[in-house]
């Protein structure tokens, strides 16, 4: 048996800080010709404002490995555990308004 460590092979750092996580229940996406952004957003029920906990930029190749990835993983969980329902935020985007900030004045 080899030991030795795959060419291709990351070593990957995970300090306690970004271990901790933060929570977000709502993500933005919005794109440009070269990167995606991906806000990640944490609302609190009758609160006027959130704070975006981390925004996250890549290219659109990494975004499309991305989805595949997650794609994966979601199915592997509903084998698991059931599928997950769906559930639209009050305040989630419209269909006029893809990947948009929401807009809390909206009816």
Same mark, same amino acid.
């Given at each position: 048996?080899?030991?030795?460590?795959?060419?291709?092979?990351?070593?990957?750092?995970?300090?306690?800080?970004?271990?901790?996580?933060?929570?977000? $229940?709502? %993500?933005?996406?919005?794109?440009?010709?070269? *990167?995606?952004?991906?806000?990640?957003?944490?609302? /609190? &029920?009758?609160?006027?404002?959130?704070?975006?906990?981390?925004?996250?930029?890549?290219?659109?190749?990494?975004?499309?490995?991305?989805?595949?990835?997650?794609?994966? $993983?979601? %199915?592997?969980?509903?084998?698991?555990?059931? *599928?997950?329902?769906?559930?639209?935020?009050?305040? /989630? &985007?419209?269909?006029?308004?893809?990947?948009?900030?929401?807009?809390?004045?909206?009816?």
């Amino acid at each position: 048996m080899d030991n030795k460590p795959k060419q291709n092979e990351i070593k990957i750092e995970l300090t306690p800080e970004i271990a901790a996580g933060h929570y977000a $229940n709502l %993500a933005i996406i919005n794109h440009s010709g070269n *990167e995606f952004f991906i806000d990640f957003i944490g609302v /609190a &029920p009758s609160m006027p404002q959130a704070r975006v906990q981390s925004r996250i930029i890549m290219t659109p190749e990494n975004v499309k490995n991305l989805l595949m990835a997650l794609r994966d $993983n979601v %199915a592997r969980y509903e084998q698991t555990f059931g *599928e997950i329902q769906r559930k639209m935020p009050k305040n /989630a &985007p419209k269909a006029g308004n893809p990947g948009g900030i929401p807009n809390p004045f909206e009816a």
